[in-house]
């Protein structure tokens, strides 16, 4: 079945970019039927959605991130990416890569399992 | 700007009922919103439980069932066993590809 796992450093300075990977494995990233993207969560908070995109490249960003994220793909690897510039400490979450339906309706449907991120000098 | 809302937390009696609701900071939530839900438990990724409002995700118990009451999206529980105590999160979608998770709401089984 289709798996979503997270790569990428676990720590990050303040004012760098962070960059992570979600591989997709047992399926394909260039589907008509699903969105890609990001969620994270905040030690002791709650799932804050990042953004996502389709397969043709469009992209779909929350307004409150919208200045500092960039989602795109590598379709020959199977791959999306996350870049989040300007980190502060705010920034440290465990990030998730999931998918999104649109198979009539709008959920995300498949997770993966997650990498913590922290943010410090 | 748009504010999903969840109560914070909540509490059930074992084999109890509960009613779980996900609302608009401005306005009622409809079907259109396609609204979902999700659970997790500490350390792990969330699960989906329901879509499209009241659609049960693959292998999730028949407990579980997604609703409108009133101007709310609502997942109800029926039946509260022990290991439903957890976070749970609502989604909803509010067009142009943009989603929004409410705060959550912690529930505790006692």
């Known amino acids: 079945q289709v798996q979503l796992q997270e790569s990428g450093p676990g720590l990050g300075k303040p004012s760098e970019t962070l960059s992570l990977t979600c591989t997709v494995s047992?399926?394909?990233?260039?589907?008509?039927?699903?969105?890609w993207g990001w969620i994270r969560q905040p030690p002791g908070k709650g799932l804050e959605w990042i953004g996502s995109?389709?397969?043709?490249?469009?992209?779909y960003y929350n307004p409150s991130l919208k200045s500092r994220v960039t989602i795109s793909a590598d379709t020959s690897k199977n791959q999306f990416s996350l870049r989040l510039s300007s980190v502060t400490a705010a920034d440290t979450a465990v990030y998730y890569c999931?998918?999104?339906?649109?198979?009539?309706?709008?959920?995300?449907?498949?997770w993966g399992r997650g990498t913590l991120v922290t943010v410090s000098s | 700007q748009t504010v999903v809302t969840q109560e914070p937390s909540f509490s059930v009696s074992p084999g109890g009922t509960v009613t779980l609701t996900c609302g608009l900071s401005?306005?009622?939530?409809?079907?259109?919103?396609?609204p979902s839900w999700y659970q997790q438990t500490p350390g792990q990724a969330p699960r989906t439980l329901i879509y499209?409002?009241?659609t049960r995700s693959s292998g999730v118990p028949d407990r579980f069932s997604g609703s409108i009451l009133g101007n709310k999206a609502a997942l109800t529980i029926t039946g509260a066993q022990a290991d439903d105590e957890s976070d749970y999160y609502c989604?909803?979608?509010?067009?142009?590809?943009?989603?929004?998770f409410g705060g959550g709401t912690k529930l505790t089984v006692l």
């Open positions: 999931a998918r999104t339906s649109l198979l009539g309706d709008w959920y995300f449907d498949l």
């Open positions: 047992g399926g394909s990233f260039s589907s008509s039927n699903y969105y």
């Open positions: 995109m389709y397969y043709s490249g469009s992209t």
């Open positions: 401005s306005g009622s939530v409809s079907t259109s919103y396609y």
């Open positions: 499209s409002t009241n």
């Open positions: 989604v909803l979608y509010m067009g142009s590809g943009i989603s929004i």
